[in-house]
């Protein structure tokens, strides 16, 4: 690509196991298809088991006033994804779904799923399995980072029964590699990627609940503040709305 300037990649994993997981190496994989269609990368990578994310206590105080009341870690996570270009996002498959650690910090980032501020983020996703549950654990973040207004532009399932052995090599090595590919070009190229199904429906029913009498004033009056500093908007998809 001709384009030489520089761009920043985070990559996130959580895996309890840290750089010995799996989940990891998946993700140095979709950095190393990053490196190999462009020079200038700046990467990064956070382990979310190093840090202290508490669960949600679901006290809504995120959506009625717009912060959350814990003293934690999670800000600070926060400002590092606004602060990259793209995001690599992975968790183990555990009873069909993500880890505990990716759990809780993704039911903290509610607000954002309702003032969505990822628009012009572009990220991969990658579930580790022993072979079940990936495509469950890939669709559940696509949705999840979609709603936060980034656009997925990938995703990689990596099945293995003993550390580093993929019972789908061919499949992980093809994967890995386009999703960096293809996680570079979208944020050099910045394209506005269709507007799924799933979250054109969650954004209808978004759009009921906030605009409910009495209840949606009470619950989600930091939501109507924010469309309405938003010049005014209607509540939009949070994908593919680039300000």
Known sequence: MGDQRVIRILAMVASHTGKFSNTYRLAQAVLQGARA??????????????????????????????????????????????????????SPVYMLHVSAQAKAFLDRCLGWAHRPPLQGKYVVTIASSLGLGGDLVNGYLAQVWTSFGAQVVGSVEGQAIIKGMWLNREQVLEETARA????????????????????????????????????????????????RQREGREPSHGAGQAD
Not at 40 to 59: K, M, N, Q, W, Y
Not at 61 to 71: A, E, H, N, S, V
């Open 180 to 227: 960096g590919r293809d996680l570079v070009r979208a944020i050099l190229e910045r394209p506005v990627l269709p507007v799924p199904d799933f979250e054109r429906e969650r954004f209808e029913r978004f759009r009921q609940l906030i605009h409910m009498p009495v209840v949606g004033a009470k619950l989600f009056r930091a939501d109507q503040e924010f469309w």
């Open 37 to 90: 269609a462009h020079p200038a990368i700046e990467e990064e990578f956070v382990f979310l088991s190093d840090h202290d994310v508490r669960p949600s206590t679901g006290c809504i105080t995120c959506l009625r006033k717009g912060y959350c009341p814990q003293q934690d870690d999670v800000p600070r996570l926060q400002e590092r994804i606004l602060a990259a270009d793209g995001i690599i996002f992975g």
